[in-house]
């Protein structure tokens, strides 16, 4: 037995956010999760397992509600989820898996110590994860992997996906085109994103118009958007699916100006499933990269010429829609 093989029959590996719980199967430790996050739906077969967080808010609510409700909670000092610390402790895990890149898309590493504090025994290992860039997620996973004894694992992780991205860059550096992209990561108000997508839209042949890569996204005016015109528009609400992005159109759609933009006259207009994809700094940022590059250059990466979105069919659909 091997070091890795070692590894997986002793841990028992809590992870509360679904980017670490895709990075732990990634990695071949699935059957050592014991207890997962709300939000953690990927792959098949993790939503058996115990649910250790929940939201405190209503999911359910329109967006502008949500964002109303999150920034109450932070302005109060309160956790956006509650943790069960008592099932947390009665799993007994040897190590957890959390984030604290960002308060509001997942239990926090602050929200860890919190259940902890009054720990009795041996502490589990915590690993907490805060990417920015492409860089960051593909340390992360090397990360979590020397945590968890499968160094090589990870490297060989990490070395094939990277693969994966170099080859469609690549690719997209020999289109000459270079369209001006807009990604929105939440509709009501406006958010352009940030952190690694600008770097997917510039790996996938585009000119990102909003964002800072390695910065978290920033809050827009609709006047933002508009005097940019851009030529696509990118929908990509971090949480929601195709179907709940196209429900909470209506506040974009009704703005002024709206109809003229270029990306709307044209038809390039997308919506895309910022849940699975995209918001999840994980191995499926790769997929996310080919979901940009079909959409900014459909001639050049449609499935048919390009080989690409293999990985895109496994259970949740293309990924994306044309509005």
Not at 64 to 90: F, M, P, T
């Amino acid at each position: 037995m091997n070091d890795a093989q070692s590894a997986r029959r002793t841990e028992r590996i809590v992870s509360l956010i679904p980017s670490a719980t895709e990075i732990a199967c990634a990695l071949g430790f699935a059957d050592s999760l014991v207890a997962r996050s709300h939000e953690c739906d990927f792959p098949v077969g993790v939503e058996l397992l115990p649910v250790l967080t929940q939201p405190q808010l209503d999911s359910s609510a329109s967006g502008k509600n949500i964002d109303d409700r999150v920034k109450q909670l932070v302005q109060d000092g309160s956790s956006v989820y509650r943790v069960d610390a008592e099932q947390l402790r009665s799993l007994e895990p040897t190590a957890i898996l959390t984030q604290d890149q960002c308060e509001v898309c997942a239990a926090s590493l602050r929200d860890i110590e919190s259940a902890l504090a009054d720990w009795i025994g041996t502490a589990p290992k915590v690993v907490s994860l805060n990417p920015k860039t492409l860089a960051d997620v593909w340390m992360d996973i090397e990360r979590v992997a020397a945590s968890l004894g499968a160094d090589e694992v990870g490297k060989r992780v990490t070395h094939e996906l990277t693969e994966r991205v170099t080859d469609i860059a690549e690719r997209a550096l020999r289109i000459r085109s270079r369209p001006r992209v807009a990604c929105i990561e939440w509709i009501d108000p406006l958010m352009g994103a940030g952190n690694w997508i600008p770097e997917l839209v510039v790996l996938a042949g585009g000119q990102p118009l909003f964002g800072k890569v390695g910065e978290h996204s920033e809050w827009l005016e609709w006047e933002d958007l508009r005097a940019a015109d851009p030529e696509i528009i990118v929908l990509l609400p971090c949480g929601f699916s195709i179907e709940r992005t196209r429900a909470e159109m209506a506040p974009l759609i009704a703005q002024s100006g709206w109809s003229n933009l270029s990306a709307v006259r044209t038809q390039r207009v997308y919506v895309t499933d910022g849940n699975q994809y995209f918001n999840r700094p994980g191995p499926r940022l790769v997929e996310s990269l080919e979901i940009l590059a079909q959409v900014i250059h459909p001639d050049h990466f449609s499935p048919s010429a390009s080989g690409l979105l293999s990985g895109l069919l496994s259970g949740q659909g293309q990924g994306w829609q044309q509005l």
